[in-house]
């Protein structure tokens, strides 16, 4: 299965983005989508998380309440809304698949190339 994210760009702070990832090669159905982040000097970190169905979904605390995963299945393709952005927010981000549910990057088994979003202030 193969990804790609898209999405990223400049903000200011406050301001919005929605990041897509569409997905190819695979039963986009079959997988746990993941949305994970890496700001510069640090680790990549997990961010959120849409099961099989939209029914089921999870949040990193950091981002909790300013960010809404979902998907498409019908269009093979992921979402991660993105509100109140923040400096803090600042990073390259990659969503990822897994068979599985988990918010840990070492379970996902196939990743996008990534999408830098930058939050000026």
């Known amino acids: 299965v193969q990804l790609q994210a898209c999405g990223g760009g400049l903000v200011h702070v406050g301001g919005s983005l929605r990041l897509s990832c569409v997905v190819s090669g695979g039963t986009f159905s079959d997988y746990t989508i993941g949305w994970f982040r890496q700001a510069p000097g640090k680790e990549r970190m997990f961010v959120a998380v849409?099961?099989?169905?939209?029914?089921?979904?999870y949040y990193d605390d950091s981002v909790k309440g300013r960010c809404t995963i979902s998907r498409d299945n019908a269009k093979n393709t992921a979402y991660l809304q993105m509100n109140s952005l923040s400096p803090e927010d600042t990073a390259v981000y990659y969503c990822?698949?897994?068979?599985?549910?988990?918010?840990?990057?070492?379970?996902?088994?196939?990743w996008g190339q990534g999408t830098l979003v930058t939050v000026s202030s």
């Open positions: 990822a698949a897994s068979k599985g549910w988990s918010t840990y990057a070492e379970h996902y088994d196939a």
């Open positions: 849409v099961g099989w169905s939209v029914d089921r979904t």
